[in-house]
Nanobody, 131 residues
Framework: QVQLVESGGGSVQAGGSLRLSCAAS????????LGWFRQGPGKEREGVAG???????TYADPVKGRFTISRDNAKNELYLQMNSLKPEDTGMYYC?????????????????????????WGQGTQVTVSS
């Protein structure tokens, strides 16, 4: 079992920054693959960024160049640095984990697959970006 607790959400103006954190407890091997997902008002949950067990990283197109995912294995924490925030980034942000995953590679819809198969999910942290 893995428990995930997100923090760091809040309200910012467009152009601002936030850093989300996700603390994982439980067997680290169950959280070898990690990702951030979000769900905006009236929208389906979508992948934002992911990191595989070999630290391969992938981003959704809308956040490339603005968001950075990272992990600290010693602390069992996952982070999402979000810069140049836009109103369309508003939503609930979720951390998710899974013991196994395919490697990040070009042409493979890693975030779409992860959303369907990841076993462990946090409760989410709200991000609101005003224009």
């Amino acid at each position: 079992q893995v428990q995930l607790v997100e923090s760091g959400g809040g309200s910012v103006q467009a152009g601002g920054s936030l850093r989300l954190s996700c603390a994982a407890s439980g067997a680290p091997s169950n959280a070898a693959c990690l990702g951030w997902f979000r769900q905006g008002p009236g929208k389906e949950r979508e992948g934002v960024a992911g990191i595989d067990s070999d630290d391969g990283i992938t981003y959704a197109d809308p956040v490339k160049g603005r968001f950075t995912i990272s992990r600290d294995n010693a602390k069992n924490e996952l982070y999402l640095q979000m810069n140049s925030l836009k109103p369309e980034d508003t939503g609930m942000y979720y951390c998710a984990a899974n013991p196994k995953c395919g490697p990040v590679r070009t042409g493979f819809p890693w975030l779409i697959v992860a959303k369907s198969v990841f076993r462990y999910w946090g409760q989410g942290t709200q991000v609101t970006v005003s224009s």
